[in-house]
């Protein structure tokens, strides 16, 4: 085995300490790499305080993770010592079901493993830990190319706030022509409208705060949208193709459907604590489309850290020390990060 250390919080709701564990040694096909940094994801916070479901403790959370190769297995063939790597929101999955064999290992139909609050049946049977750690041991096939053209720090949230918003933009094609509103501006929204500017789609940012307006404009988005404004709100309606909904707060769904035109498509990546209900009504007038996106398969994301390293896309983000993720937390409930907390894992 292989002894490290890391982040952990030893009980649901607990406060994040040092805690010293065990990788597995390597297989033949799997890479170990040095973590470098780690993003710090809104899911992080939700999954310690059990607030989706119950989670495995003691949990090492982060699923955004940039490092350095320093070991490989006798038979890995895509990764070398010394190149930089990452992994995102998963570690392995079955490889044999229909949705893995399109490339979607991320519905994969016998359940993806997740980086870290989940066990790797494929594997050793073991909980799997993330990356608020210092080394991680990752199959090749799940491990990921990253660019030495860009910001290290910066790419890693690319792994989870990148891909989450790069695939449904994908997905629906979305692109020139089209009216895209990216409903919140933060971790993940900031990223929505680099993507959707990048496509070629023209833009709007929809936001329940008016200072967040310069931001937007700075990011790309051509127009911005005062949701509490009564009347800016009506002006809106019936005026978009996709509404990318990147909000994990409780909010109404349903009034921001009136938004969407004939056939439009409101398209849910935040993860709300709380379910939403939804009349009927508001899908049926105008036929619109309520839908949701998941990360990324590999392929798709390693397509996304490309397209990131030739647009010169990485996340805005603010470097922190492992001893201020406390801190960091209470922020981003506020919503006081512009836009994702990146840990140094050199000050572990």
């Known amino acids: 085995m292989i002894t490290t250390k890391g982040y952990a919080a030893q009980q649901a709701g607990a406060e994040l300490a040092e805690w010293n564990f065990e990788r597995r040694e390597l297989g033949p096909k799997d890479v170990q790499f040095d973590i470098l940094f780690c993003g710090v994801c809104h899911s992080d916070l939700h999954q310690i305080n059990n607030d989706w479901f119950e989670g495995l403790f003691p949990m090492v959370p982060g699923h955004e993770i940039v490092g350095k190769v320093v070991q490989i297995g006798a038979e890995v063939t895509k990764f070398k010592i010394g190149d930089l790597a990452g992994t995102g929101c998963m570690v392995d999955s079955c490889r044999d079901c229909e949705n893995c064999k399109d490339g979607l290992e991320q519905y994969c139909k016998n359940g993806n493993v997740q980086t870290y609050n989940g066990v790797n049946p494929y594997t050793d049977g073991m909980p799997t830990y993330g990356g608020y750690s210092k080394t991680i041991v990752v199959n090749e096939d799940f491990v990921l190319h990253v660019s030495d053209k860009l910001d290290l720090a910066a790419i890693a949230p690319l792994l989870c706030a990148g891909i989450t918003t790069y695939s449904p933009l994908r997905h629906w094609k979305v692109g020139k022509g089209h009216k895209v509103a990216i409903l919140g501006l933060g971790g993940l929204g900031h990223m929505g409208v680099k993507f959707a500017v990048a496509f070629g789609a023209d833009v709007t940012v929809l936001s329940t705060s008016p200072k967040k307006e310069a931001d937007a404009k700075k990011l790309g988005a051509h127009h911005f949208v005062v949701t509490t404004d009564p009347q800016q709100f009506e002006a809106a309606k019936g005026t978009f193709d996709f509404i990318l909904d990147t909000v994990s ?38 036929r619109k489309s309520l839908a949701g996106s998941g990360i990324g398969g590999i392929k798709e994301t390693q397509e996304m850290l490309d397209f990131c390293a030739e647009h010169n896309i990485v996340s805005d983000i603010e470097l922190i020390d492992i001893k201020d993720i406390h801190e960091a937390y209470k922020r981003m409930e506020k919503g006081d990060v512009r836009y994702r907390f990146v840990i140094n894992m050199a000050t572990l």
């Open 249 to 286: 707060a409780e909010h109404d769904i349903a009034s921001y459907l009136s938004l969407l035109r004939t056939n439009g498509t409101h398209i849910c990546v935040g993860i709300p604590a709380v379910p939403s209900q939804i009349p009927p009504f508001a899908l049926l007038d105008g």
